[in-house]
């Protein structure tokens, strides 16, 4: 992949007109991703070295994307960068020892035989190969409004009608575009954090997604820490344990459990992570609320960053804790910032 290739020590070992290489040019996530929710891979620039060092002598093309599109599962994306990289010669090995070895491996035999052939395919038409994985067009949403109905649907699957009455009340008191569209967001993101029986609701369509997109799928397993029973490892997070196919049958009845989500009786309500999310909603809409009544051209732009500030608080458990703890202090800054420039403009009326 893009980021192992390009790392100083794989660049390292290669030399123009030495060293010729077929990547897979996806963004793939790195585990930088679950503790930094801002990193980013910075696919131009390793792009940019690779193509420097190699020149002619790289490939790149987006072998997982070509994967499921042409064979229904990424997982043959290697082998069909080994396919390309036999085709430019790259691999001095004989088409009828690969193709045995494949044989002998067992494992699906001849879709992998058709994935080392594509990739050779791949590597004489790249172009053509382009314009199979182009984007398909999808109409999502583009207005205001749209955007707004869109979340509004959403927190009607996520929670009920109501709770999507609850969000349009709040948007419908706001008159500028600017600000609204923050808080369309902002607060829509509030509203459906994440909790156990949103990724049940979640997990329920896993199997039917399964299905359209990949092929002989026999077994899914879960990783998952559950809040009431995990273990708290030495890096101070939850341990996550492996679940078998079963898990989905609890995923189904936690799912419609969702009515319990902040009464009483929402046994996971009583986490100290889910206390911080009741409570930024209400804390939120307090916020706005007296924001509102600030509201001026020299004011704009602060309630406007503190209606964006909790799309900062990202992750989950120990990483979303830090993001919320950052906010808070964002959030402090910002309404004493409000107070001191409202307090500025009425001395200066008087």
Known sequence: DLVVTAGSKTVGLTAQGRTGAVVNCQEIVTGDFTRNAEFKVPQDQLTLALEARLRDDLLMIDSSALARELLGDSVFSNMILFGATWQRGLLPITHAAITKAITLNGAAVETNKRAFEIGRWIALYPQQAQEIIQPKVINLPKSLEEKIDFRAHHLRQYQSKRLATRYNKILNKIEDYELKEAVALAYHKLLSYKDEYEVA???????????????????????????LFSKIGSDGRPQKRKFGPKMMRGFKILARMKILRGTPLDIFGYSEERKIER?????????????????????????????????????????????????????KALLSSLKENTLGLNQAAE
Do not use: C, W
């Open 279 to 331: 409570n930024l909603i209400r804390q939120y809409e307090q916020d706005l609320k007296r924001a509102l009544k600030l509201y001026s051209d020299a004011t704009k732009p602060a309630i406007i960053e503190l209606a964006r500030l909790p799309l900062s608080i990202k992750g989950f458990g120990p990483v979303k804790m830090d993001n919320y703890r950052k906010a808070e202090a964002k959030r």
């Open 201 to 227: 609701r979640l997990h329920k369509m896993t199997s039917e997604q399964v299905k359209n997109q990949f092929q002989s799928v026999k077994r899914i397993s879960f990783h998952l820490a559950p809040p």
